[in-house]
Every structure is written in C-alpha cells, then in structure tokens.
C-alpha cells in the first residue's frame, strides 16, 4: 500500500508536501511525531476521510481501531461483532473474544465493560472484519501501562496469527517499540520523514541493546 506526492493542506496550515510513504502489508508499522505533524490525517487519507491531492495506490481492505471504542452502546458485545460479518463467519466469534481473553464478556453490553474490555471488544471487531491491515490511531491512549502492555502483546499475537498488517499511530516510543516491525517519525508539519527504521527484536525485553539503541534514535529524531 503506497501513497504517493501526497499534499494535504487545513486554510493555512501545510500538514504534507508532496509526500510519499509506502507500507508493507504483512507488518506492524508504528508512527511517531510531535502533536499535530499529521499521523491521523494520515490514517484520514487512506479512509478517504480528509480532502487531499495525490495518490493511494494498492489500498487493501482496512478495518479501523479509533481511540475510543466506539461500540453500539444498545446491543451485546456478541451482536457488535455480528454486525460487521456475515452470519456464515458467526462462528468466528467465540474464537476471537477467547484469543483475547473477553468470552465471558459475550453477552454484556458495552456500558458493563471496563475500559480495557471495551478496547478488546474493538480489536476483535476489527479481527473478525478479515481486513488485510489494520489502522490504529492511539487505541489504548487512556489505559494504563499494565494493561496497555498486556493488549500490545495480544494484539501483536492477533496479527502475526491472521497474518496481518497495521499502521499503529502513538506517542509512545515504548508502545512502538513493544509491537513495531517498523518505526516511522515524523517531523513537524509540513511533514516529513525523519527516521525509517526496522524492529527485529522479540520486543519482549525493552531493555535490550538492540531496543535501547532504536530508542535513542527515534528520541533523537522526535527532537528535531
């Protein structure tokens, strides 16, 4: 999936540039960068939510993971999920809620779920859906780093088992570093890239050489 000479511009405010990015489709891709440099408007892009000139080529079916969880609040978490497959894919669900550990969850409703069952609950709409790529735009902001450390290593076993890619938007380097194959940073708007780098680590020990070394690099760029 690729965009290309990309402009995106709100009144006076130049967000891109003729900018360009490509993604692979079977990794996790996390983007950083300061506050307003453009990482949703460019998960807006490729949904077509946002005006912009040039082109997204090779668009995959996508499912989306918003910071909030954004479940139909008057139905179960089973009909949530019913809602966005087919009946034949029914039998699906057990399965997903199981992998991440909400099946006892299955018939609450949304206003009985914690927060961090709630976010479960919208990864496996976006699993079930059988997108190609996965966009993520800081699903776990409000959640604390305990179970935001245990929904990154779900989800990355999710996507590695369904053989799934993501673009994950945060402003966490650690939360980039527990889950990326790839890192991207970005500069102020108007944006560019300021560091490209692969993560092949286990992301298991965020003490690790290898892990220590990325990190300086994207703290290092994160201050230009």
């Avoid at 079916?61 to 179960?76: C, D, G």
């Avoid at 809602?83 to 034949?88: A, G, H, L, S, T």
């Avoid at 199981?98 to 069952?117: A, N, T, W």
């Avoid at 790839?182 to 780098?197: E, F, M, Q, T």
Wanted: with cysteine.
């Amino acid at each position: 999936m690729k965009i290309q000479d990309l402009s995106v511009r709100f009144k006076d405010n130049v967000v891109y540039d003729n900018f360009s990015i490509d993604f692979d489709n079977k990794k996790i891709t996390c983007i950083l960068g300061p506050s307003g440099c453009g990482k949703t408007t460019l998960l807006n892009v490729l949904t077509n939510n946002v005006k912009y000139e040039g082109k997204v080529l090779d668009l995959e079916k996508f499912a989306y993971v918003f910071q909030n969880s954004r479940l139909i609040e008057s139905i179960t978490v089973e009909e949530n999920l019913k809602f966005v497959i087919n009946k034949e894919d029914y039998f699906k669900i057990d399965k997903v809620l199981e992998d991440l550990e909400i099946l006892d969850c299955k018939q609450k409703y949304p206003r009985q779920l914690s927060g961090g069952q709630a976010s479960r609950v919208a990864i496996a709409r976006a699993i079930i859906y059988d997108p190609k790529i996965i966009l993520m735009d800081e699903p776990f902001k409000d959640l604390d780093i305990v179970l935001t450390k245990k929904l990154l290593e779900l989800f990355r076993d999710l996507i590695i088992k369904n053989s799934l890619g993501a673009i994950y938007v945060t402003h966490n380097v650690d939360e980039a570093l527990s889950i990326a194959d790839r890192i991207i940073v970005l500069s102020k708007s108007p944006a560019n890239i300021v560091l490209d780098i692969d993560i092949n680590s286990d992301h298991l020990d965020l003490s690790s050489q290898e892990l220590n070394i990325a990190r300086q690099k994207i703290y290092s760029a994160l201050s230009i």
